[in-house]
């Protein structure tokens, strides 16, 4: 049982190598050059729009995703989020608009097209079959085989052996790749979602809120694995309402409402306070603040 | 390599045989054995196996093609009426047509092919329930065989099929009897063994295993996943009318005739053996090996009650507390083994 062929190519990679260190190794910091400035992003939208019968829900949205970088989209609900991800992973067609990989003009007729070019969604519900052990889960519909003709078979020694060093190359902790997804926390099952995506070759990982139903120590684990598919040079797009999470690892924060764009940020251009503001809608939450303060008289008289 | 997780110590062995989903079929397996091989020296003497494992192994296959089908997250209500239908067609090509037993064996599995095509078809394009669409399907071809066999025979039955060509040979096959440990076997345990075992390698080691428990787990997650649910779904109720066709073809060999009503009311047996093996209603979940048991507990009650001198009225009785005890051991095994994971 040694052969190979018919396996995916793993990705290529610079992380630590499997058996290395654990995990702990992530720093989020936006200083350590690791972007490279030349080269061209390797997703950019220009001026995208989406409508939907009278309803605009996308209009002249810009931003890109980098080597090695991660892109923040933060927005309420309807602020078009979702719109954008389905643009961006291929299960819409923009109706105005540039969509370029890698510098060239592109357009994709499913996510699996887009998946096939190296772009892969990590959608909250996750698509895992929780009664489904680890393994049977990360190989769906890529499982490896032997042998040719009717006895082409499921190579099991080799999933079994892949994930379980895919995972700890990650970082990720899992203790038996045999147990069924179910039996996983949130955590833990957003992380085998994103250690699949990274060894199914993608370039660009699109997240979509992938922190929304944890708790804090959960959250924090995913933003950990996120940061090291990062570090492996992946751009990362990340969906999320929650400027908590989004400011420790973006580069780049889009921020949406209503449908258009109220700026792109460099992490240098804005504060996390900037940034939890306009998110809520600025002067909206000073004046709710304000409405809510009871032991103070009403007036303008507010720093 | 392989580096062990220290927590993987854990894991026992015998934690490892409790998530197996045949475990309570296996019990109750032995538990049955034990106790009518206690009444009866007959029951557990060779030839009383030989005799109660004839049952088991025509239950048996289907048992097995149904267990795929319920962790694909499907039923298949026509099952038992088809087994009827493509033995009815044999004999009637066989013998009233002239055509060989062969080539009217071939005629018939295409019948049974188209009849699972369609069940899969609606099913998959409609949206309705298996349950829902193979009713329709099972009443349907049972007014078809009644209908069919009168205006042919003017009786509820055809036979003859002895003095049809090729029906030596098609009988050695599918309905002959194998000398083994001093008495003869039924042929047909063989096949039962040998299904059994194809689609266990299928389910465990094959990428349609692993897209069968993906659709009967999720289907909309495995279509997420690229898994083609459809084309899954449709070839695991091909299989089901498959094993139909074959047991139709066992059974009408060895009888030499086939009645019209054959079959009806055997669908819920197929049903109640895949769930005593550990197969979810939910889908998702079953073991192919677990069903072939819960076909053997059947065969051995079916003749323990026998046996052991008892009315055989009671072997409705016995199947039904049978049926509820499978059900809650499998449940309380699979809890247990759920909440030591996490």
Known sequence: MTGTDGVPADAARGGPPPGGPGPGIVEADPGTGRAAEAAPPLLEVRAVGKTFGGVIALRDVSTRVCRGEVTCVLGDNGAGKSTLIKILSGMHAPDSGEYLLDGAPAAFTSPRDAMDQGIATVYQDLAMIPLMSVWRNFFLGSEPVLGRGPFRRFDVARARRVVREELRSMGIDIRDVDQPMGTLSGGERQSVAIARAVHFGARVLILDEPTSALGVKQAGVVLRYIAQARDRGLGVVLITHNPHHAYPIGDRFLLLNRGTSLGEYGKAGITREELTSLMAGGAELERLAHELDRGEPPGPAYP | ?342
């Open chain 2, 1 to 342: 390599m392989t580096v062990a997780d220290e927590r993987l110590a854990r894991t026992g062995a015998a934690r490892r045989l409790l998530v197996r989903p045949e475990l309570g079929a296996m019990v109750g397996a032995v538990a049955v054995f034990a106790f009518f091989a206690s009444q009866s020296a007959t029951f557990r003497s060779i030839e009383g196996v030989a005799n109660w494992l004839d049952p088991a192994s025509t239950l048996g296959i289907m048992a097995v093609a149904i267990a795929l089908l319920m962790i694909g997250g499907e039923f298949d209500l026509s099952a038992g009426v088809l087994t009827g239908t493509t033995g009815l067609i044999t004999v009637i090509l066989a013998t009233r047509y002239g055509l060989s037993v062969w080539t009217a064996m071939l005629v018939s599995l295409a019948a049974a092919l188209l009849v699972g095509f369609l069940n899969g078809l609606i099913v998959v394009r409609t949206g309705l329930p298996s349950f829902i669409v193979t009713l329709g399907t099972f009443l349907m071809l049972q007014g078809v065989n009644l209908g069919v066999t009168k205006a042919l025979t003017g009786t509820v039955q055809v036979g003859g099929l002895r003095g049809a060509e090729g029906y030596e040979g098609a009988r050695a096959v599918l309905a002959g009897t194998f000398p083994a440990g001093g008495t003869d076997f039924r042929v047909a345990v063989l096949w039962w063994l040998g299904v059994t075992a194809l689609a266990t390698w299928v389910l465990m080691r094959t990428r349609a295993g692993n897209r069968i428990f993906a659709v009967g787990g999720d289907a909309r997650a495995a279509r997420a996943a690229g898994v083609p649910a459809e084309r899954t779904k449709i070839a695991l109720f091909m299989t089901t009318a498959v094993a139909a066709w074959l047991v139709g073809s066992i059974l009408a060999l060895r009888f030499t005739s086939v009645q019209a009503n054959s079959g009806i009311g055997q669908e819920f047996v197929y049903i109640i053996a895949a769930v005593i093996g550990g197969c979810l209603l939910t889908g998702g979940y079953g073991s192919a090996i677990g069903a072939a048991i819960g076909a053997v507990i059947f065969g051995m009650a079916d003749k323990g009650i026998v046996f052991a001198g008892w009315d055989a009225d009671w072997f409705t009785f016995f199947l039904g507390a049978m049926l509820l005890l499978a059900t809650l051991a499998n449940r309380l095994v699979r809890r247990y083994a759920e909440e030591v994971r996490r």
